[in-house]
């Protein structure tokens, strides 16, 4: 189980830069995940590592050993495509022992490698059928353990799960997850879905326009984002008012966040500030500041409310389990869990 | 739907445009038409000749010269042979022939004066200023001794020649002069050509003999209208004799000595052009396309003759005045007009069929038409000449060339016995006559 | 609408064209083997017989046999070639197809000129002091190397059709099966045995069967090269209908092309039968 390290690499098409000076290091045996919008150059990051791609400049190590230029079949990945790419005219078979073949592999090993594979995909009764009898899911499975029956040094997996309905999906990233974990592949898995990232990432690298926005555990970038735009991607959609910084604290119009310590240069900065749904009480909390508002609507999402509520002209979002008394409202949110981003910059300012 | 009153509306419009227009029409035809002047005499020329577009062209200018100079509005009409003769037999049986002249090859001509549809054109006398060469009178006598009347004016010709690269001179055998060839004198012989070849063979390395022995090529036509009547004074009676034997072994002689691209070689315009070969033998039509192009490089030679003469085919296209035709003096003067030495080197100029009359070459001015021309007025005014058509077998002349070709190939590409390759095909050359009830040409 | 009238509608509708295949489809077929079969001889017996079938078995197979495989080959790695994208491609890509758009004839006077005993080939090499006398492609003597170049000028002026089919299975196939092939280790020719001919398969099938088609109707290009000492199934249709004047025999050589077609027309769809799903 390799180590891998980008140094500053980038990739331009023509004019466009689809990766811009990216550095990486993914740590032996972790999933990590590449997660941003569609284009932020996640795939390509992929690709580059997978060796399907040369970078323009900057280099690729796996365990120190510099592979930018090795080809892909050499570098010992297996990738599980967005397209899964099961090969059409093979049976399942077949597409799980080629590559092994192809290593010249003795036949009784190539076998057992197959069928270990199949196992643990729960694809062995799938073995002597073509692709064109096989449904989304299952022809996921077969790329994926066509990816593993080669024992990968590297694991990489682009939106494997993109093209499965949702239901199928929550179960599959639970088996990849599994897989993982029992397999210890270091593992590179790109996708735009932040619940999915979340779900099974030991670790996350946010992007957006070919750059690395954070890189950290679920925890770190959801607790502290580190801009706007890892605030705005990770979690609920996040509320965002604008303010300015005070010397008590920062100023939203209809309230003021209070903060003890604030640096004297920050003091009249315009800033954002973003509060999750979440952190917006409807009940009275600890230290909390108390803000005013009126009940616009309410979305009964069953298990808990998304609560729209006016306060002085601004709409807020809060998401909680208590169904709000009468149309007047008093909420409630901690200091804490306020995110405070320079307006200009969109980065995050330290403030307590 | 339209409803019935703007179809009735629409038509009465139609109509009235067209009155109007027909009117107008007249009216201004009334005001510019030609004034009228003696009473023009129209005739009708059919041929089986020239009927190609460009050719026609060259025809209906040609006939335009002759009415500005006579008055007489010649219409040319090109028929098949198949159609002039019906319509002639038609109109001649009806009593009312519309066509004074009629313009054929010497075998059609020779058809409908079996078919007793031609006038004797004796009784014109003779046409002055012009001396017909030597084999197109001999063509006329023929008929003459067959039907008892002269049937055609010789119009044109064609046939085949050799042409030679001017290089080759410097190789002349010894015994041969270029006067002999030009001339082609009893020293032009097969024989001769082939001692020549030989000499450039053994002097400059190259085989510089072509014929056409490619698909499209004419090599039968040497075959039967040339070596076999040279050599055995019938094109296919004598094709199993000795002599064919004879005739054989000098081409297998000479195929040695020619270019091995003459197989796949169809005309022999483009090998002497790019100096492949320096002597060559083909149908004028196929050559002229050199000699126009570079005329200073060439000599145009009659065909070399064989122990028995100097067999060749000829092509004659002759003019014919169909029994009772209206305005035969027209039609005369038409004749007269057509075979006039000016006239006759304008068709070789301009269509590529020579002149009958020898007054006609000197007057040639494009030099590489006027040095085919001399060399086919050589031919066809050389005294030993034995002057051939080639056999009208119909359906069957495939099959005639045929045997002629596949000797050809058995003998001379193959190297197969020559007596047992002759021996295998003779009785198919016979059975084809045998069929047709024709004597064996 | 009443229903008998709308239950012979369809028919109806046919109707013109099933007018149209009996009269100029099934007519000139069933002419065409009764030309051939009905005589007395009976033209097919006397091809049969006839000294020329052996010959004409021969280059006919000669030429088909090396003719076609090589046109296959050629196309599949021109495909594999443009599927790169370089600078000029566009170019290159239009240069290789150009001879598409020759017709058969000029190319074969193309090739004549080109390797005739005075053409430019000779005169380059003799110019350098490669040679010093002529190398002779055409000719009866040289009947080996007129094949030669029978082949060089077929293989030139028909590639380009047989590579258009292939390109065009190339290019169906999605880039992340030949990825996927990649990451796994299959090397350019591993890639083509396993994933490339396998998919192109009914490709390669269309183009086997235009270009038998085509092949076995060359004539043109024979007669020019060949003079007529190369005798093939289609030129022994033209010479015995255009020369010989027989249109017996012609149909009877036009069936036998006809036969040889079907013959091989099924044996490569049997051979070249796809996988299933790879399609």
Redesign the interface.
Known sequence: MVKIDLEGVSKRFGSVIAVDNVSLSVSSGELFVLLGPSGCGKTTILRII???ETPTSGRVYFDGVDVTDM????RG???V?Q???V????KVYDNIA??LR??KLPQSEIDARVRSAARMLNIENLLER????LSGGEKQRVAVA?AIA?EPRVLLMDEPLSNLDALLRVQARAEIKRLQRELKITTIYVTHDQVEAMALADRIAVMNKGRVMQVGTVDEVYNKPLNRFVAHFIGSSMNFVEGTITDRGVDIGFALIPYSSVPDELVGKKVSVGIRPEDIYLEPIQGGVVLKGRVVLIENLASEYIIHIDVSGTLLRAKTKLYPQGEEVRLYIHPSKVHVFDTITENRIHIA | MLSKAIVTRTIAIIIAVIVIAAVAGAAIYMFTRPPMEKPVIRILFASTQLAPPAEQAFMVELLTEFYKETGIDVSFLPFGYVDIANKLEAEIKAGRITVSLVGGLSTEIDFFASKGLLEDLGRFGALGGRTFLEAAIRAVEDHKKIYGITTFVPWMTATFVVVINNKAFDYLPSGLTKDDVVKGTERWTWDAMLAWAKNIYEKTGKRLVGLPAGAGGLLHRLLHGYLYVSYTGYQAQKFNSPEAVQMWGLLKELWRYSHPESTTWSAMADPLLKEDVWLAWDHTARVISALKTSPEKFTVAPVPKGPVGRGYIVVLAGLAIPKGAPNQEEAWKLVEFLTRPSTQARIAERVGFFPVVSEATPAITDPGVKKIAEGVTAQLGARDSIAVAIPPLGGKAGDFIAIYREAFERIVLKGEDIGAVLSGLEPKLKAIFAELKMPEP | MPSPLRKHIPYILVAPSLAYLAFFISYPIFYTFSLALFGNPSPMVEVMTSPRLGEVALYTTLIIATVIPAQIVIAIFASLFFLNRFRGRELVLYLFIAPLAINEVAAALIWYTMLSSSGFLNKLLINTGVISAPIYFFGYEFIDRTLLAIFLTEVWRATPIVFIIIYAGMQMI?R??L?????????LW?KLR??IL??IKPYIQTALIIRTLFALQVVGPIFILAGEYVRVLATEVVYWYSMRLNPGVASAWALLIGLVTLLLGGLYIKLLR??????
């Open positions: 997978a060796g399907l080809p892909s079949g050499k990945v297996g990738m495509f397209s899964y790419a090969w059409p005219h093979m080629l590559p192809i290593k073509y692709p064109f009898q066509r080669v | 999605s992340d099966y990825e996927a092939a990649d990451v796994f280790g299959l090397n591993q396993y994933i396998p998919l796809p996988s299933a799903g790879a399609t």
